[in-house]
């Protein structure tokens, strides 16, 4: 999402060969500025909508511990967390949980 050539928001949505019915969406960022505007569950809304069409029953995203602003936006999208934690990346002190939202 844009807005005058600035880069407001950000996010994508993958759907790995196996299993067909899955997406991963990745990326989700809000430029600070533009937080609490709506934009990350605007384009949260727009990626759901596209699995919908694509008939995707399973959309999973990781939220990391401490983000509890996106972790309240995911919750509040029907996203449930499923105690499934993993390192943010390698030698990072910070993890990640995997949020599961079923349903198309």
């Known amino acids: 999402m844009r807005s005058a050539g600035d880069l407001l928001a950000t996010g994508g949505g993958y759907l790995p060969p196996e299993p067909p019915d899955v997406m991963t969406v990745w990326g989700m960022w809000t430029a600070p500025e533009a937080r609490g505007r709506g934009h990350g569950r605007a384009l949260l809304t727009r990626l759901l909508d596209w699995a919908h069409t694509r008939s995707i029953s399973i959309v999973e ?21 499923t105690g499934e934690w993993q390192p943010l990346r390698e030698g990072s002190p910070l993890r990640v949980e995997l949020l599961r939202r079923a349903g198309s």
């Not at 995203?61 to 967390?81: I, K, M, P």
Request: hydrophobic share 35%.
């Open 61 to 81: 995203l990781h939220v990391t511990e401490g983000n509890d602003t996106a972790r309240r936006l995911y919750e509040s999208c029907g996203f449930v967390a």
